[in-house]
């Protein structure tokens, strides 16, 4: 499988601050980048996709103005939260879909804890 | 609605002993279903993935059964050692689709 970085894996950021995340794939060419948001003994819950040459897709009920996803490259993917409050902390994940299949390749997480 | 539910939702077992998850999905069509290990604070990792037409698949002591017709799958762990301590997530795709349907997970715990 695919070797998927995300950075850094834990940020305490001051509300009303941005804190951006990086995820990169190391060796793997992602048409499709999901980030999701977990939070303490829940699932994952899907925010948005974005898929190669096209503006991410938000779920409904995810502000698009206020997670930013930028999906610069086939190997790196942004996820911005923008104007963070303390109901924003969460255990935020990405992930990389190939080109063909629905194959998804996990990222380890980024912790945001927001004061 | 597409659902996945998992039970049970936490389990407590000895080292040693074997335990059995159970999953339950009602996406319809189905392509394929995975399970999921999803240590405290880190991502998930694949453990096995089956597609409609398989009905066992294994990854060392984990072993994952599927019955496309009753929509259930179970994934057993055998001789759970204390590094098996973590949830593990049932996950069902639809054919074409990008989304994943994602069940609540299961909280296994393994005490010495």
């Known amino acids: 499988g695919a070797v998927v970085s995300q950075h850094p894996s834990w940020v305490i950021c001051k509300s009303g601050t941005s804190v951006k995340i990086e995820c990169r794939s190391l060796?793997?060419?992602?048409?499709?980048m999901f980030w999701y948001r977990q939070f303490p003994k829940q699932s994952l819950m899907l925010m948005a996709t974005?898929?190669?040459?096209?503006?991410?897709?938000?779920e409904q009920g995810v502000e698009k103005d206020k997670f930013l996803i930028n999906h610069a490259s086939l190997t790196l993917s942004t996820l911005t939260v923008t104007s963070a409050h303390p109901e924003d902390s969460s255990f935020y994940i990405c992930?990389?879909?190939?080109?063909?299949?629905?194959?998804?390749?996990f990222g380890p997480g980024t912790r945001l804890t927001v004061l | 609605k597409n659902q996945v539910e998992q039970s049970p939702q936490s389990l407590i077992i000895l080292e040693g002993k074997n335990c059995t998850l159970q999953?339950?999905?009602?996406?319809?069509?189905?392509?394929?279903l995975r399970w999921y290990k999803q240590d405290t604070g880190r991502g998930p990792v694949s453990l096995t993935i089956?597609?409609?037409?398989?009905n066992t698949k294994s990854n060392g002591r984990y072993t994952a059964t599927l019955d496309a017709d009753t929509k259930q799958s179970s994934l057993h762990i055998t001789a759970s050692q204390l590094s098996d301590s973590a949830s593990y997530i049932c996950?069902?795709?639809?054919?074409?689709?990008?989304?994943?349907?994602f069940g609540q997970g299961t909280r296994l715990t393994i005490n010495p």
């Open positions: 999953c339950n999905y009602t996406v319809s069509p189905f392509s394929n």
């Open positions: 060796d793997f060419q992602a048409t499709t």
């Open positions: 974005s898929n190669e040459g096209s503006k991410a897709t938000y």
């Open positions: 992930s990389l879909g190939g080109r063909g299949t629905d194959t998804q390749y």
């Open positions: 996950v069902v795709s639809a054919p074409g689709a990008q989304k994943l349907v």
């Open positions: 089956m597609t409609f037409s398989e």
